[in-house]
């Protein structure tokens, strides 16, 4: 069974890179798809993009200029990056998986838990 | 950019009662919609995807139908734990969307 945890700091600063690492436990990162969605009270659920291990990505054109995702597979672990963060950044942050391999427009049947990433000085 | 509207925004019903939810596409998605339950403090948990396929474990009493932009989940009978906040999800176009979510919450 797939688990999947996020990792990384909980408090960023205005205008820096939030960072998050998502481990994954009981599959291979190369098996699937791998994606990052967050979550705020006032936008809902946003879908900010996915990683396949071959370097394949694609981002959610409202946040494309300020993503890279990447994945190592020597830990099994993908990653987040977002550069140049606002208040309006702070969000629970979650790492999904596909339902199917190979498929990168899908939905998510794996979630970590949510790591809660806030914005502010 | 594809907008998932839900309806209604709050569902209130009886345990043992039938919740039906829509959601509704602003162009065509095929039947590439999905649905999800999120609980407080809990991460959206997967019930059906590409409009009809229960996802692994889901409870017979969970069932998704529609085509094209019109899309229902319905939940035959509410037991105390599917109170909850309900998603929907498109995957036919970049980017992928969600619907602001329906609340079903106890009468």
């Known amino acids: 069974q797939v688990q999947l945890q996020e990792s990384g700091p909980g408090l960023v600063k205005p205008s820096e890179t939030l960072s998050l690492t998502c481990t994954v436990s009981?599959?291979?990162?190369?098996?699937?798809?791998w994606t990052w969605i967050r979550q705020t009270p006032g936008k809902g659920l946003e879908w900010i993009g996915y990683?396949?291990?071959?370097?394949?990505?694609n981002y959610n054109p409202s946040l494309k200029s300020r993503v890279t995702m990447s994945t190592d597979t020597s830990k099994n672990q993908f990653s987040l990056r977002l550069t140049s963060v606002t208040a309006a950044d702070t969000a629970i942050y979650y790492c999904?998986?596909?339902?199917?391999?190979?498929?990168?427009?899908?939905?998510?049947?794996?979630w970590g838990q949510g790591t809660m990433v806030t914005v502010s000085s | 950019e594809i907008v998932l509207t839900q309806s209604p925004a709050t569902l209130s019903l009886f345990p043992g009662e039938r919740a039906t939810l829509s959601c509704r596409a602003s162009?065509?998605?095929?039947?590439?919609l999905a649905w999800y339950q999120q609980k407080p403090g809990q991460a959206p948990r997967l019930l059906i995807y590409?409009?009809?396929n229960r996802a692994t474990d889901i409870p017979d009493r969970f069932s998704g139908s529609g085509s094209g932009t019109d899309f229902t989940l319905t939940i035959s009978r509410l037991e105390p734990e599917d109170f909850a906040v309900y998603y929907c999800?498109?995957?036919?176009?970049?980017?992928?969307?969600f619907g602001g979510g329906t609340t079903v919450e106890i009468k």
């Open positions: 162009q065509t998605i095929n039947i590439y």
């Open positions: 999904a998986k596909s339902v199917r391999h190979g498929l990168a427009n899908d939905a998510f049947d794996v």
């Open positions: 990683i396949y291990y071959t370097g394949n990505s």
């Open positions: 009981g599959d291979f990162i190369t098996s699937y798809y």
């Open positions: 590409d409009a009809s």
């Open positions: 999800q498109h995957r036919n176009s970049w980017p992928l969307t």
